[in-house]
């Protein structure tokens, strides 16, 4: 259970969110919508630690995760719309430094698995300079497979699917299932609310802003 | 405890392979540093005029100079390229502090774009009309200093990170900490001129190098986490 007390987030001088409360469900998959400029991508950077808190607490199961970042920021995945991927490396080296980055074994079969996942071996020794903006976003989302390898509890994902066609969504939905089936907890911020078949809650992010207003 | 910390190394090995990976792909940057530094050698004996003598008093000063020179062009891409592709971001998740990983950012710098002016810095003396019992001081000299110079060099790119006009920045914040390097540096070889022990300013380089060392990572870390918390 991740609990979200009281967060007031300031960029610059604008208040992106104040006081906003929310419970996360362990084994759940969340979506976060709203509108252009709500806050979505601040709300992430923030459970992930980057933009750091005006006020208010994350707790992961009554401890609040800053306390250790290393051991909160070991346990999640965080998928940016930028990728982390470095033009000059080919598919398979961008995924070997972010997993070795992460502190995992990388080996090759792992990684050869992981871009399966995706159905990305084939494009293993592609170029990323060379590659569309689709296969980049497969190229990244491999990354999610190696948490079944490794022991992570979270995936923060900021518009996982945008550029994806329809067989990757298809595969992309199949690591959302096995994840949740390992009791993964998603948090996805996304426009589009078709990405889930199965059971999922929404944050709307709007509608919390009005009723800030009220 | 003993496991995380082997691992903390594993990461910094490893990402010290991948920013030399990167590098070796597009040779432009390396190729621009040399080839800047060339120039400056080579122009200033053009400007210098036809008299030997002056040019032996100036070329100890000019390498260094040149050096400084060289690789601020450099510098400012050394964390911009992995902001905006966004991998900075992931090495905030990194169970590593990210002071480890600026680290290994300055030291593949060195690695990458300093050892070759380095190796290339004899051939710039001899250039320069350079007694021949410098060079080895210069070698010496430059080792040590250049890797206080990509320390800073690290703090001042993740100074600029996020900033508009960040490449007219950079020069004017960094150069002014560098210039402790550059008196120190040069020292050690006006020193040998006039036959006096260069260890004095050798060991003062090394000091400011140590210094750097310490407290440039925990510096460009924190940039680094202001900027990725914009």
Known sequence: MLYLEGLTVQRGNKIVFSNFNTIIKSGSITLIKGKNGSGKSTLLRTIVGFTPLEKGTIKNDKKNVFNNNEEWVNNLIFLDTKTGLSKDLTVIENLNAWSTMKGWSSNIENLTMALKSVG?????DLYISQSSEGLKKRAALARLYLSFINKVDFWILDEPTNELDKTSLVLFKQLISKFLKQNGTIIIATHDLTIVEDQFNILDLDDFKKQRVL | MNSIHSSWSNIFIAHIKRDILTNSRSLLDLISIVGLM?????????????????????????????????????????????????????????????????????????????????????????????????????????????????????????????ARRGNILLPILIIPLMTPILIFGVGVNEAVKINESPFGNLFLLLALTLIYLVISPFISALLVRIAIGR
């Open chain 2, 38 to 162: 060339i120039l400056i050698i080579i122009l200033f004996p053009l400007g210098l005029g036809p008299i030997k003598e002056k040019l032996n008093v100036v070329s100890n000063a000019v390498i260094w100079v040149g050096l400084i020179l060289a690789i601020i062009p450099s510098l400012e891409k050394l964390l911009l390229k992995d902001f905006e592709n966004g991998w900075l971001d992931q090495i905030a998740t990194s169970p590593a502090p990210l002071e480890i990983i600026m680290l290994s950012k300055a030291i593949s710098y060195w690695l990458i774009m300093l050892i070759p002016l380095i190796l290339t810095s004899p051939i710039f003396a001899i250039l320069l009309d350079m007694d021949l019992k410098n060079i080895p001081w210069l070698v010496i000299s430059i080792s040590a200093g250049s890797l206080a110079i990509s320390l800073i060099g690290l703090s001042g790119s993740a100074l600029i990170l996020g």
């Open chain 1, 120 to 124: 990305m071996d084939k494009y293993a």
